[in-house]
């Protein structure tokens, strides 16, 4: 299984960027993909969750209503598109999947996922 999360970049407070995670190897017919984000001197912390299969959808508090995940089945790919960002969203942005439905309860915990992407930095200026 492969990930490869790209889409990150520069941008100003208030922009929007929109991040891809490519999968090969891995089944969207049960699993689970979710963005986590790592900034400088920060621990690690969950962004958003999608269900590859129902498209149920999970978000850290301090991205909702401003982040949406979705998935396309077809092309094993899921986005995150980033609306009004902040410069507080600045960071490395990881995306990882598990062969499992997560609940959320669960979704969260990095340590439970099996596969990870490299990373993408977005940078979001003040």
């Known amino acids: 299984v492969q990930l490869q999360a790209s889409g990150g970049g520069w941008v100003q407070t208030g922009g929007s960027l929109r991040l891809s995670c490519e999968t090969s190897?891995?089944?969207?017919?049960?699993?689970?993909i979710t963005w986590f984000r790592q900034a400088p001197g920060k621990e690690r912390e969950a962004v958003s969750c999608?269900?590859?299969?129902?498209?149920?959808?999970y978000y850290a508090q301090s991205v909702k209503g401003r982040f949406t995940i979705s998935r396309d089945n077809a092309k094993n790919t899921v986005y995150l598109q980033m609306n009004s960002l902040k410069p507080e969203d600045t960071a490395v942005y990881y995306c990882?999947?598990?062969?499992?439905?997560?609940?959320?309860?669960?979704?969260?915990?990095?340590?439970?996922?099996?596969?990870w992407g490299q990373g993408t930095l977005v940078t979001v200026s003040s």
């Open positions: 990882a999947a598990i062969r499992q439905n997560v609940i959320s309860s669960s979704w969260h915990i990095g340590r439970s996922y099996d596969y």
């Open positions: 190897g891995f089944t969207f017919d049960y699993g689970s």
């Open positions: 999608i269900r590859t299969r129902s498209g149920v959808t």
